[in-house]
């Protein structure tokens, strides 16, 4: 089946870097246009720089996605831009620093919950009225394997990546009616430029070992992208409310 992409318009937050800059590629080799939102200006425009170079047609828009005005822009351009909004990819995120919920401050708390689980919130809902005046849409969010478990990252990561897994199934169930999917990837570890700025290491990798020992091969973004891809495609017509892990068997364990 063709996946129904080619002119279709489609937001990529995180899209400088990673699985998202894999995404933006991806959709545009698809013949989407694409709206590349990201915090550094500098790997946005290098992103839509590389989908001009292979003939395809791409926007940037730069500024931290935790701040309505900067979500608003973002819808804006697609609309004006390009006519409306007919995938959204909730992609650009944060690792905490593996703290246990002890630990953790307000400051990294609220960083954390802001990008990786309010900004998915404050630009699905910008963007909604355009997909529902459509009468149709597709959202795929980017979880984790921290979104599945308890042993992947710190409570702050942890219970963000919960929180987009249980938006992706409330948005699901809500606008299954009216031509509205909602689905995630739960990537396993991804060779991407996420930070992972461990505190003391009393909470890294190395205590939780024996989980991280499960993980399995590192994967690429390109792996993670592709999956994006799918899932908003008419290829995955019928896939609405899925968390789809993407980590070489990590959560089967
Ligand atoms: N890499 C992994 O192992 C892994 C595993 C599971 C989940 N993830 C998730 O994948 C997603 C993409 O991360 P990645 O691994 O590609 O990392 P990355 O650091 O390579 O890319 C993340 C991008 O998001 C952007 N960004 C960060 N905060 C932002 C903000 N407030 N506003 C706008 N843009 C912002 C960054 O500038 C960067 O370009 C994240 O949600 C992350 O939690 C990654």
Redesign the pocket.
């Known amino acids: 089946m063709a996946s129904g992409l080619e002119g279709r318009v489609v937001i990529v937050?995180?899209?400088?870097?990673?699985?998202?800059?894999?995404a933006a590629l991806a959709f545009a080799q698809e013949g989407a246009r694409v709206v590349v939102?990201?915090?550094?200006a500098e790997?946005?425009a290098a992103t839509v720089q590389e989908i001009e170079k292979a003939d395809g047609t791409a926007v940037a828009v730069?500024?931290?996605?935790?701040?309505q005005s900067?979500v608003d822009q973002v819808a804006a351009t697609a609309v004006e831009r390009f006519g409306g909004v007919d995938v959204l990819v909730?992609?650009?995120?944060?690792?905490d620093r593996m703290s246990a919920l002890g630990e953790v401050s307000d400051a990294e708390w609220d960083r954390v919950i802001?990008?990786?689980l309010t900004?998915p919130f404050l630009l699905t809902r910008a963007v909604l009225p355009h997909m529902l005046t459509a009468g149709r849409g597709a959202i795929v969010n980017?979880?984790?394997?921290?979104?599945l478990r308890g042993s992947?990252?710190g409570a702050a990561?942890t219970a963000?990546?919960h929180g987009?897994v249980g938006l992706t199934k409330s948005l699901a169930v809500m606008y299954r009616n009216q031509g509205i999917r909602a689905n995630a990837?739960?990537?396993?570890?991804?060779?991407?430029?996420?930070?992972i700025d461990l505190a003391d290491g009393a909470h890294g990798p190395a205590a939780l070992g024996p989980y991280f020992g499960n993980v399995g091969q590192?994967?690429e973004?390109e792996e993670?992208a592709a999956v994006i891809v799918f899932l908003a495609s008419d290829a995955a017509s019928n896939i609405n409310g899925a968390i789809l892990p993407v980590?070489n068997g990590w959560a089967a364990v």
């Open positions: 937050t995180g899209a400088g870097s990673g699985i998202g800059r894999a939102a990201d915090l550094n790997s946005a730069t500024g931290d996605l935790g701040e900067v909730n992609n650009a995120g944060i690792m802001r990008v990786n900004a980017t979880a984790s394997e921290a979104g992947a990252a990561y963000s990546k987009v990837i739960a990537p396993g570890g991804t060779r991407t430029g996420i930070q590192v994967s973004p993670q980590d």
